[in-house]
């Protein structure tokens, strides 16, 4: 029986600026073409989107629409703000009227103050593949502005796009925030990494394929960020959670039309293996090994081996 969590995730920001393209093709299967034909949202869309089996995200994908954001903000107000556990605002990167997103942002942020002072925040600066070069540059001046916006509030500001993997890093990290165990996890990720004398292990949830945590680190952005600053002995690369998250859900798409079920993947190359296997029934396991003698038969076993202790 899947048990409600007690609290919801919002998702809001105004008309068109691609929160449904976002939603769907995070918690299921559409490829980013397939998003122009989605209609506007009208009113509150509620939508319970099933999560590592018993945790059930309540996404509430509010249409942007003037009449609609004045209501929530008045009557609606108790109703929406309260009990969340997240609230995640879009704003489009090219939008003409930033003046007036930001007049509805704070009057949410003043609600969520006042409902949910513990809600995390992120804000996604979206559509970032219409921004010409020097991209970094626009993100950094949308960033400062959000955050000014913000108060004194904390707030997580992620650029994003449809069409690359930014989306699923900001989604990763915002999912990561909702897993009450995702420390012990990472624990046991370690030392299950430590045991197949692996580089690193990554457990993704089964639909999203969200990174749900690794075994180096708690969280997957802090080690995103900090390969980049430290590189180590192999420094690897700073998008590979996100960049895996986006390939396998695209295989998993390509393996769906031709009527085929995903079940797991290895690959034996010249320096590394690679092994991706159901761990539990919600999540599946990547195990990476810099070792030519560790045959990926060997981690498979290991995997079955150790199904147990991640139920
Ligand atoms: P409402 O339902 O009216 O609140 O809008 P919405 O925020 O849900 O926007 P929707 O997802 O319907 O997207 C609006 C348009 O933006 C669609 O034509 C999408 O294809 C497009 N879009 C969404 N995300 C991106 C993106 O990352 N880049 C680009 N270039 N277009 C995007």
Redesign the pocket.
């Known amino acids: 029986a899947a048990v409600e969590m007690g609290s919801h995730v919002l998702l809001m920001?105004?008309?068109?600026?691609?929160?449904?393209?976002?939603r769907s093709l995070i918690f299921s299967n559409n490829p980013a073409s397939l998003?122009?034909r989605?209609?506007?949202?009208i009113d509150v869309e509620q939508n319970h989107v099933r999560f590592l089996g018993d945790l059930i995200l309540n996404l509430w994908?509010?249409?942007?629409?003037d009449s609609f954001m004045d209501s929530y903000l008045t009557t609606q107000r108790t109703t929406i703000f309260q009990q969340v556990g997240v609230m995640i605002y879009?704003f489009d990167v090219e939008t003409r009227e930033m003046g007036k997103d930001l007049e509805y942002f704070r009057d949410c942020m003043a609600g969520l103050k006042q409902y949910s002072p513990d809600a995390a925040v992120f804000l996604l600066v979206?559509?970032?593949?219409?921004v010409r070069e020097p991209r970094q540059l626009t993100f950094q001046k949308k960033k400062q502005e959000l955050e000014e916006a913000s108060g004194d509030t904390k707030v997580n500001v992620f650029g994003?796009?449809?069409?690359d993997e930014s989306?699923y890093k900001a989604w990763s990290n915002i999912v990561h925030t909702l897993i009450p165990n995702a420390t012990i996890l990472s624990k046991h990720l370690t030392t299950f990494a430590g045991a197949c004398n692996a580089t690193e292990v990554i457990l993704f949830e089964r639909t999203t394929f969200l990174v749900i945590a690794t075994s180096s680190s708690s969280s997957p952005s802090s080690l995103t960020s900090g390969s980049e600053e430290h590189p180590g002995p192999e420094p690897l690369n700073s998008k590979r959670y996100e960049r895996t998250s986006e390939l396998i859900k695209a295989f998993k798409h390509s393996c769906s039309r031709v009527r085929e079920e995903f079940r797991s993947l290895e690959m034996e190359l010249y320096d590394f293996t690679a092994v991706l296997d159901e761990m539990t029934r919600n999540t599946y396991v990547l195990i990476i090994v810099h070792d030519p003698t560790i045959e990926a038969a060997a981690l498979k076993l290991n995997i079955r081996l150790a199904r147990s202790k991640f139920e």
Request: proline share 0%.
């Open positions: 920001g105004a008309s068109g600026s691609g929160k449904t393209s976002m998003t122009e989605l209609g506007a949202t994908d509010l249409g942007g629409q879009v979206h559509k970032m593949d219409l994003t796009s449809i069409y989306l």
